[in-house]
């Protein structure tokens, strides 16, 4: 908090030399105020009444500070026990299965894989396309749902000419239109087994299936 005396001499103080910012700290303004009285005019002494309200001022300051200090502390104690507390949490979801946002999935190479997407309206027509870690097309999925909101979809695991898709990385792409022809804006997820919690300094994330998931994407926990 930054304060000022009015009356003072012609001494004065730089700010607070342990703080280094332009901010008046309570040590500062009790040598500004001992200065005052030092340099004043002894055929014109400080006035009692002054000298009171400067006081008040310097009391003022000093629990103000102190205010602050408590509040500060108070918030880093909070927001490490809230820390723990979610650290702690994360861990429960350890082997269940989640349903999160994103496009790129986890193939085993073996049996069907289920994949979705969110459609912010009705569609009259949608379908799913998996590609491959190169980009490349392997199974085009048509007849998919078109009702708003989340549509689940199965891929069997095998390619367009019916043989079984090597495990790697896949990605869902959805392509749906309205009834005008338009395109609309699907957003796409996939369901995996969560395997492990990694605290990082940017937050929280489940490995899925070998990807790293931010909290903010899972969308259930099943």
């Known amino acids: 908090m930054s304060s000022q005396i009015e009356g003072i001499g012609p001494t004065t103080f730089p700010a607070s030399s342990t703080t280094g910012s332009n901010i008046m700290g309570q040590d500062d303004f009790l040598k500004l105020l001992v200065s005052q009285l030092q340099n004043q005019d002894p055929m014109n002494p400080m006035d009692g009444t002054q000298f009171a309200s400067q006081l008040a001022q310097f009391a003022s300051v000093e629990q103000l500070n102190n205010i602050n200090t408590s509040l500060q502390t108070s918030i880093s104690s909070s927001q490490l026990l809230n820390q723990s507390i979610s650290n702690a949490l994360s861990t429960t979801v350890i082997g269940k299965q989640v349903r999160a946002s994103g496009a790129s999935f986890t193939y085993d190479g073996t049996g069907p894989e289920k994949v979705g997407y969110t459609l912010p309206s009705a569609a009259s027509s949608a379908q799913v396309k998996i590609l491959d870690q190169y980009g490349n097309v392997v199974r085009t999925i048509t007849g998919t749902g078109v009702t708003a909101g989340d549509v689940d979809v199965s891929w069997d ?62 969308l259930e926990v099943m």
Request: charged share 10%.
């Open 157 to 218: 695991g095998l390619t367009d000419s019916g043989a079984q898709a090597a495990a790697g990385q896949y990605t869902v792409n959805v392509v749906a239109a309205d009834a005008k022809g338009n395109p609309l804006a699907a957003t796409p997820f996939f369901y995996g087994t969560v395997t492990g919690v990694r605290f990082k300094s940017t937050g929280t994330v489940f490995l899925v299936d070998g990807q790293e998931i931010p909290l903010s994407s899972i």
